[in-house]
């Protein structure tokens, strides 16, 4: 009668542990889902985001060098200064124009990838995340729970880490190239 009772009990055990497994699966499974499509979301509205920044900047850019061309001949004829010197300062605020909109635009596809890296991340450890579920599920004391639970979130900040480091050397890379094509023209006529 023990033994029967015992049977009962474990199979019990057995039926709610099977019905909180498909439960848990389910609720991980819709997560997931709702995890990446708010990750494609997010990616493609950095990337909408990055192309109205630098039509914005080229947009402008030709409405200053517009309206710049047309203070320096008003400024000319008043200051009395030569055709040369009015044609030297566009060029340069011309070029100081475009280096702007060029290093924006490197900017803007920087922020780009770094949010990419994110999205990667936040993916990533999803999946992975789910990978340790059934291990879980399948602990049988208290001990191995806490053990797995602990490993589990070292795993989850190395990963952390290493995507800082990814988005920071990407960062850095954008913010020199940047710098690189803004210091091609001088800033400021001479």
């Not at 004829?77 to 055709?83: A, C, D, E, K, N």
């Not at 070029?95 to 900017?107: H, K, S």
Request: proline fraction near 1%; hydrophobic fraction near 40%; charged fraction near 25%.
């Amino acid at each position: 009668m023990a033994g029967n009772q015992r049977q009962s009990e474990r199979e019990s055990t057995e039926a709610l542990q099977g019905a909180a497994r498909r439960s848990a699966e389910q609720a991980t499974r819709t997560m997931t889902d709702a995890t990446e499509r708010t990750a494609r979301a997010g990616a493609e509205a950095i990337r909408r985001n990055a192309e109205n920044i630098s039509s914005h900047w080229r947009t402008n850019s030709e409405a200053a060098n517009r309206l710049a061309g047309r203070s320096m001949e008003r400024l000319s004829r008043v200051f009395g200064i030569s055709g040369d010197a009015v044609r030297q300062t566009m060029q340069r605020s011309s070029g100081n124009l475009q280096a702007l909109v060029e290093g924006t635009t490197i900017v803007a596809g920087g922020l780009q990838n770094v949010a990419e890296e994110w999205m990667r991340f936040a993916q990533s450890r999803v999946e992975a995340n789910l990978d340790h579920f059934d291990d879980l599920m399948g602990c049988r004391t208290m001990q191995d729970c806490l053990a797995l639970q602990t490993e589990i979130a070292r795993a989850n900040l190395e990963a952390l880490l290493q995507s800082v480091r990814r988005a920071a050397e990407l960062s850095t890379h954008v913010a020199d190239e940047a710098m690189r094509k803004i210091g091609e023209a001088p800033l400021a006529p001479q």
